[in-house]
């Protein structure tokens, strides 16, 4: 059975970034667990080509243990919390919060042994990095691709504005976007220049 | 330019070879950067032979790849890299996590404590990057964790004898001494039984367990 899959997406400039998730059940696990899958497709105005990156998201074992009826509205919570969770990290990333966001990847993927706290064993300390580390491929992904187009469009617009600045104000955007939950798509190309287009 | 250095690891029917591979990158017909990559080929008897492999390091030309000593250079590079591995993978079977994260740390800078204003988008580099590894090493571990498990060691008789020790422990030291004295083959079966016999005698001698 497939299970709905949330998606939310964003245009800045030429970019338009588009990030879909969707819970897998895995088969003949009863009770039902599963993984959400993430994926990140970009695209360039004017180009047919496309760059779609896919990673696991999040493993879940025994989420529904008394309620396998639940199956479907779990699914697609869990895919909608990964969708916000993504665009959230890409704003932490752009506002360069790098500790905001090293706690928050720790919390979900547990890859930093704590003496007396989180003990590891090697081989789940080796599959939870690998996990954190096959996430960052799609998430560097369109983090390069946004600052790619932050400076392309301050090259093409020839707008006095500070990149720095730029990455920060789309990030707190972008944390602003993944709260909110009835929005699918924004375009997030600064208005100024939209006015002028 | 291209120089390999391989590290064998026998164990019952698993032949595992570490490869380490140095080489220069090409740009536009210009001989620019170099590279290293680790190779686990994982061998069982009378299957077809698969590998896992990872980027181990990556940069500009250093300046004796260009140089007569290329080929010592580049053989030194492959090397240090094959050992690090095995000695990555030592570090599994002895379960030491903490150790095995401030190593890999160490080589690819993945976590920002205790570093000058580290960069998001480079951490996020850096975690992508290790994450490889760590797949790499996970696949390898298990593979050879298999192997020790259908070996003779997990024998009633023997693992009764050896169970007091650790049996994955002495493996990892077996891995780990291997890796620093930097030999080329590893019949991991007979030096583990060398290694196991002598903590039981150091066992037996003073009636207090090693580890």
């Given at each position: 059975m497939e299970y709905p899959c949330a998606e939310k997406g964003l245009k800045f400039g030429d970019l338009t970034i588009v990030v879909r998730a969707q819970w897998h059940r895995w088969p003949a696990d009863e009770p039902p667990g599963g993984t959400t899958e993430i994926s990140v497709t970009l695209m360039r105005d004017g180009i047919d080509a496309r760059i779609v990156k896919t990673a696991p998201f999040r493993k879940t074992d025994w989420p529904l243990r008394c309620l396998p009826h639940e199956t479907p509205r779990y699914a697609e919570a869990e895919a909608k919390r990964a969708v916000n969770v993504f665009w959230r990290w890409i704003g932490l990333a752009l506002i360069d919060d790098v500790w905001q966001l090293l706690i928050e990847l720790d919390d979900a993927y547990r890859f930093r042994p704590i003496e007396e706290i989180r003990e590891l064993s090697s081989l789940e300390f080796l599959t939870n990095l690998r996990d954190v580390g096959s996430v960052m491929e799609p998430l560097l992904a369109v983090l390069t691709h946004l600052l790619c187009a932050i400076h392309v469009w301050r090259l093409q617009t020839?707008?006095?504005?500070?990149a720095t600045s730029m990455c920060v104000q789309l990030g707190e955007q972008l944390i602003a976007f993944a709260e909110q939950?009835?929005?699918r798509f924004a375009d997030f190309t600064p208005k100024e220049v939209n006015a002028n287009a | 330019m291209r120089v390999k250095e391989r590290k064998v690891v026998k164990m019952g029917d698993l032949t595992l070879t570490i490869e380490g591979t140095w080489m220069t990158t090409w740009k536009d017909g210009v001989e620019r950067g170099e590279e290293t990559r680790v190779r686990a080929i994982v061998h069982w008897a009378g299957e077809k032979a698969w590998s896992v492999s990872y980027v181990a390091d990556e940069g500009v030309l250093s300046p004796y790849a260009g140089s007569e000593l290329a080929k010592e250079y580049g053989s030194a590079m492959a090397d240090r890299h094959a050992r690090q591995f095995l000695r990555w993978l030592g570090l599994c079977f002895k379960d030491e996590a903490s150790r095995l994260f401030n190593s890999l740390d160490n080589a690819y800078?993945?976590?920002?404590?205790?570093?000058?204003?580290?960069?998001a988008i480079d951490t996020c580099w850096r975690l992508a990057r290790v994450g490889v590894v760590a797949s790499t090493l996970a696949i390898t571990f298990n593979q050879l964790r298999v192997a020790v498990c259908k070996s003779?060691?997990?024998d009633a008789q023997n693992y009764k004898k050896y169970a007091p020790l650790d049996i994955f422990a002495i493996v990892g030291e077996c891995l780990c001494n291997f890796a620093a004295a930097g030999?080329?083959?590893?019949d991991l079966a007979a030096t583990f039984v060398e290694l196991a016999e002598q903590r039981l005698k150091e066992v037996s001698a003073d009636g207090v367990s090693v580890r």
């Amino acid at each position: 059975m497939e299970y709905p899959c949330a998606e939310k997406g964003l245009k800045f400039g030429d970019l338009t970034i588009v990030v879909r998730a969707q819970w897998h059940r895995w088969p003949a696990d009863e009770p039902p667990g599963g993984t959400t899958e993430i994926s990140v497709t970009l695209m360039r105005d004017g180009i047919d080509a496309r760059i779609v990156k896919t990673a696991p998201f999040r493993k879940t074992d025994w989420p529904l243990r008394c309620l396998p009826h639940e199956t479907p509205r779990y699914a697609e919570a869990e895919a909608k919390r990964a969708v916000n969770v993504f665009w959230r990290w890409i704003g932490l990333a752009l506002i360069d919060d790098v500790w905001q966001l090293l706690i928050e990847l720790d919390d979900a993927y547990r890859f930093r042994p704590i003496e007396e706290i989180r003990e590891l064993s090697s081989l789940e300390f080796l599959t939870n990095l690998r996990d954190v580390g096959s996430v960052m491929e799609p998430l560097l992904a369109v983090l390069t691709h946004l600052l790619c187009a932050i400076h392309v469009w301050r090259l093409q617009t020839d707008v006095e504005a500070d990149a720095t600045s730029m990455c920060v104000q789309l990030g707190e955007q972008l944390i602003a976007f993944a709260e909110q939950d009835g929005v699918r798509f924004a375009d997030f190309t600064p208005k100024e220049v939209n006015a002028n287009a | 330019m291209r120089v390999k250095e391989r590290k064998v690891v026998k164990m019952g029917d698993l032949t595992l070879t570490i490869e380490g591979t140095w080489m220069t990158t090409w740009k536009d017909g210009v001989e620019r950067g170099e590279e290293t990559r680790v190779r686990a080929i994982v061998h069982w008897a009378g299957e077809k032979a698969w590998s896992v492999s990872y980027v181990a390091d990556e940069g500009v030309l250093s300046p004796y790849a260009g140089s007569e000593l290329a080929k010592e250079y580049g053989s030194a590079m492959a090397d240090r890299h094959a050992r690090q591995f095995l000695r990555w993978l030592g570090l599994c079977f002895k379960d030491e996590a903490s150790r095995l994260f401030n190593s890999l740390d160490n080589a690819y800078f993945f976590n920002p404590e205790y570093r000058q204003r580290p960069s998001a988008i480079d951490t996020c580099w850096r975690l992508a990057r290790v994450g490889v590894v760590a797949s790499t090493l996970a696949i390898t571990f298990n593979q050879l964790r298999v192997a020790v498990c259908k070996s003779f060691v997990f024998d009633a008789q023997n693992y009764k004898k050896y169970a007091p020790l650790d049996i994955f422990a002495i493996v990892g030291e077996c891995l780990c001494n291997f890796a620093a004295a930097g030999g080329k083959e590893l019949d991991l079966a007979a030096t583990f039984v060398e290694l196991a016999e002598q903590r039981l005698k150091e066992v037996s001698a003073d009636g207090v367990s090693v580890r």
